[in-house]
């Protein structure tokens, strides 16, 4: 059965400390036709702290959809990882790896911590919003989740 | 920097100074063996120590040129995010002259890109990711041949080859050695269409290929700056490229326990040699253990 459109927003928490590349995952998801909200965090404590509905972020609501970036200042997009899939309720999110890492390693390393797939950062500007919007369609409408 | 001292252990000064004193010379010859086999097993594992080190060193310096590589990427494509956005707000809004500028800013950002691509490309050369076998050049030169079909058939170029030896190398790196040659042999190519030959030979230790053209040539001057680092002979308005490709060869055929040089005067085509080291047990290595 095919979800059709829910009434509520979808909601997606963005994990990335580059300014330019959230002014752009902005700029893609403003194109969708339906509602979709977006979180930001700048580095991989805030996000967990989000996720876990921690201090300033108690009773943050679960996103949908993590887009990961991995170079992160305090804890990497692979800590964060980690600790998203060894956390009780957190561990079934879909987590979509956002980085410009190219590396062999950085990608199996994000499979192996349980990344729902991974994505390299085009570097051009429309291929960039293509690739965001693709992937957030995909997490937020095409698929069914896990109930849990 | 790694420096390999041989200092004797002390328990060895001993033992020569009791040699000097040995009556008997079956007594001192055992002694001197003994000397000589405790001596060179000190140095072996001196040896041992400094290869460790120079494996650790190699690969913290590959994993440098990695980090650095996409630690750069990450601010270069901000800058190519902002410059194509800034445009395309200012579409139709500049004069003529800023419009140039801004193609300039363009231009060198992807230039830049492409340089550190070709950076983590040279760095990722020779790393662990080698895996040598006995191979047939000529198969692997086929492919190679397949896959410039479109710039051979567009020069018009011949390629002929002579019987090739078998040899131990990494397919895909061989592979890259040939291509880059070929490729270049056409890029660089004469007034008349490319005629390009591959040939080898075998050494005592040593198979030695070569690629040949008749293309534009190097001026002997210029042939050891043609395997370093992003050196380029041409402008870019002459010649597209980066200055990577040969160093990339150099590196592949040093990785191989090979060396390259060229034979070449200006106008007069170009001849390529590399040198693979012979195996003649015609082994194939195993890098896989069993357990």
Redesign the interface.
């Given at each position: 059965m095919m979800a059709t459109a829910k009434a509520k927003p979808t909601l997606t928490l963005l994990v990335e400390d580059s300014p330019i590349d959230v002014k752009m995952t902005r700029a893609a998801l403003e194109g969708r036709p339906r509602h979709h909200q977006l979180s930001v965090a700048n580095d991989g404590q805030h996000a967990l702290a989000y996720l876990r509905g921690e201090g300033a972020y108690a009773g943050s609501e679960r996103p949908d959809l993590v887009l990961l970036d991995l170079n992160l200042p305090r804890l990497d997009g692979h800590g964060v990882l980690a600790a998203i899939r060894s956390h009780p309720e957190l561990r079934l999110l879909p987590v979509v790896v956002l980085t410009s890492s190219q590396s062999t390693e950085d990608i199996r390393l994000a499979y192996e911590g349980g990344a729902n797939c991974y994505v390299t950062k085009p570097a051009d500007v429309d291929e960039f919003l293509s690739a965001v919007r693709i992937v957030h369609e995909f997490w937020c409408d095409t698929v069914s989740r896990s109930p849990a | 920097m790694i420096s390999v001292s041989v200092d004797e252990a002390p328990s060895t000064a001993r033992r020569r100074e009791s040699l000097e004193a040995a009556p008997d010379e079956s007594a001192a010859l055992e002694q001197l063996i003994a000397v000589y086999e405790e001596v060179s097993l000190s140095q072996s594992r001196k040896l041992e120590i400094a290869v460790a080190d120079l494996r650790r060193s190699n690969s913290e310096l590959a994993r440098f040129a990695?980090a650095v590589s996409?630690?750069l990427?990450?601010p270069l494509?901000?800058v190519?995010?902002?410059t194509?956005?800034l445009l395309?707000e200012l579409d139709g809004k500049l004069e003529p002259e800023a419009n140039e500028l801004a193609a300039d800013i363009v231009a060198g950002v992807l230039r830049m890109?492409a340089l550190i691509g070709g950076l983590l490309d040279y760095s990722q050369v020779g790393s662990s990711q080698i895996a040598p076998r006995l191979l047939e050049p000529a198969a692997l030169l086929a492919d190679v041949l397949a896959d410039l079909g479109p710039a051979l058939d567009e020069s018009g170029a011949k390629v002929t080859c002579d019987a090739l030896p078998h040899v131990v190398a990494d397919p895909v790196q061989l592979g890259r050695v040939f291509q880059n040659l070929i490729a270049n042999a056409i890029k660089f190519r004469g007034p008349e269409a490319p005629c390009i030959h591959i040939s080898a030979e075998a050494h005592a230790n040593e198979h030695v290929f070569s690629v040949a053209d008749n293309g534009i040539g190097i001026d002997p001057s210029q042939h050891q700056r043609v395997f370093a680092l992003f050196q380029r002979l041409h402008s870019p308005a002459e010649y597209r490229g980066l200055g990577l490709g040969l160093a990339i060869v150099k590196r592949i055929v040093e990785v191989h326990g090979g060396r390259i040089w060229l034979d070449s005067t200006e106008g007069c085509g170009a001849r390529f040699f590399f040198s693979l080291p012979s195996d003649p047990s015609r082994s194939t290595p195993s890098p896989v253990s069993r357990e």
């Open positions: - | 990695h996409h630690d990427q990450e494509r901000a190519v995010f902002s194509q956005l395309r890109r």
